[in-house]
């Protein structure tokens, strides 16, 4: 059987900011799964009833006793023999929950998925490639969104800036002294720092903007602050309550500037 080895003891004491096998949600879940008694109609059963590709088989205790796919049991059938669940058990992947993922993913990858256990060695949990997609893809969202909003705020002020109906000098002085003399265009402006470029009514006006001010101030500042937060790490999922806003704003500036 595949293995990931045990994690050192000294892994509870490592700085909790390393991305771990446990920090994927399918880890720690219920887990559908067979007993080395059962019969094979029993696991086509439960895998076609789940839409499952495999399950685990499992001791009384939870323990990996191997697994089963829709592979093994096609490869196991061009036998033409009768089959038992024994004729289709395979030797899977497993991995401790508290191994760091990134070392882990061309295994899971290369696999398909992997039976995460826990210090006991009881069976936790499946990743499968599908998880990690949807696991880093909802962390990367929120990245690809607000890229977007400040490339699009950017090109608008600086659409302003080429009219001459902002200049520089007005958004330097809304800026903190020493951040003044840093900024050269609207690429130089943090996005904590629109809210206050865009608060004044002359500036506003200059962007020639169809959209309530108090609407898109209140949202930029609320994409600030989310900003602020996403750049201090969490392994913990973004609730996606807290992407409306940027999404939201995002929304407004696409219509305000409707480029590809």
């Known amino acids: 059987m595949l293995t990931a080895g045990d994690v050192p003891d000294e892994a509870a004491e490592q700085a909790p900011l390393t991305y771990r096998i446990a920090h994927v ?30 399950l685990p088989v499992l001791d009384g205790d939870a323990r990996l006793r191997g697994a089963i796919t829709w592979e093994s049991i096609g490869k196991a059938r061009m036998s033409g023999n009768s089959l038992s669940l024994s004729d289709v058990v395979v030797q899977p992947l497993d991995i401790h929950s508290q191994a760091e993922l990134l070392g882990w993913i061309p295994q899971i990858h290369k696999h398909g998925y992997a039976f995460i ?44 800036l080429e009219r001459g109906t902002l200049t520089l000098d007005a958004i330097r002085s809304r800026l903190l002294p020493h951040r003044q003399k840093r900024v050269h265009a609207a690429d130089d402006l943090t996005l904590g720092e629109y809210s206050h470029v865009l608060e004044p009514q002359e500036h506003w006006g200059a962007l020639k903007w169809d959209a309530d001010q108090g609407l898109v101030l209140a949202a930029l500042r609320t994409c600030a602050a989310f900003r602020n937060k996403l750049m201090h790490f969490s392994p913990d999922p973004i609730p996606d309550e807290e992407l409306t806003p940027v999404r939201g704003l995002l929304a407004v500036l696409r219509s305000l500037d409707p480029i590809a």
């Open 25 to 54: 949600a399918s880890a720690d879940c219920q887990v559908v799964s067979v007993r080395p008694e059962d019969t094979l109609r029993q696991a086509i059963t439960k895998m076609v009833f789940h839409d499952f590709s495999q």
């Open 117 to 160: 256990r826990d210090d006991q060695h009881k069976i936790t949990g499946i990743v499968t490639t599908a998880d990690l997609t949807d696991q880093f893809g909802a962390r990367v969202e929120p990245f690809v969104l607000l890229e977007e909003l400040e490339q699009r705020l950017r090109r608008l002020i600086n659409q302003a």
